[in-house]
């Protein structure tokens, strides 16, 4: 079975250094791999995601994921962060037998210091 | 936004009483998705559906059925609602692009069982 796990609950980062946010999946095909974002109260919005090809993925808002098969990893980086990037972040893991469903982590919430 | 709705958006309810939720999409789209959001656990799937009235369970679906006989419209009833499921209800789509399906998630439902 598929799973995923995300290590870290909460992480605490100051505005402008560096983020990542660490992902780690079990599955044993090449998995379709996604980073969703969740701001207070609202639903879930796609970073980016990877299925095949170049290992390394940019998504929206400046995050980018590298796909390590070796590691079975899809961390999560933004060289800077704003205080805007303050929210929490899924990792999720999806298989084409079971309809494309998703298996999430548990997420990460990610606080940003001034 | 994918086009998906949910209603109600907000529901306050008594142990032992049916709840359905309702979600709807406008682009047509095969695999709908019900997961359920609660804190320290992520999302889990509760059922899916891959076309009118082919569904298949998830990892959370006790307590739990879903109709789908329309391809806009996928409903989730809780048969009789109990204090367990308590929590806030996404519905998603998965959309095709070059042979990828992503999933996209509606706005949430939150419903509260008393």
């Known amino acids: 079975a598929q799973s995923v796990t995300q290590p870290d609950i909460h992480i605490t980062v100051s505005e402008g250094a560096s983020l990542e946010l660490r992902c780690n999946y079990s599955y044993g095909a090449t998995p379709y791999l996604f980073w969703y974002v969740q701001s207070p109260g609202q639903g879930l919005q796609l970073l980016l995601k990877y299925f095949s090809g170049d290992t390394l993925v940019q998504g929206i808002k400046g995050f980018e994921a590298e796909f390590k098969r070796s590691q079975s990893s899809f961390n999560l980086r933004k060289p800077s962060v704003h205080w805007s990037d303050a929210a929490e972040f899924f990792c999720a893991v999806g298989a084409r037998h079971s309809g494309y469903a998703l298996n999430f982590g548990k997420g990460t919430s990610l606080l940003v210091t001034p | 936004d994918a086009g998906i709705t949910q209603s109600p958006r907000h529901k306050v309810t008594e142990t032992g009483t049916p709840v359905t939720l309702r979600c709807h999409q406008t682009?047509?789209?095969?695999?709908m998705y019900w997961y359920r959001q609660d804190p320290g656990h992520g999302l889990r799937l509760i059922h899916y559906?891959?076309?009118?009235?082919?569904?298949d369970k998830g990892e959370v679906s006790d307590g739990y059925s879903v109709s789908r006989s329309k391809t806009e419209d996928f409903l989730l009833t809780l048969e009789s609602a109990t204090s367990s499921q308590t929590s806030v209800y996404f519905c998603?789509?998965?959309?095709?692009?070059?042979?990828?399906?992503?999933?996209?998630f509606g706005p949430g439902t939150r419903l509260l069982v008393l």
């Open positions: 998603a789509i998965s959309e095709t692009t070059r042979g990828q399906e992503t999933q996209y």
């Open positions: 682009e047509n789209h095969r695999y």
């Open positions: 559906s891959y076309g009118v009235k082919d569904t």
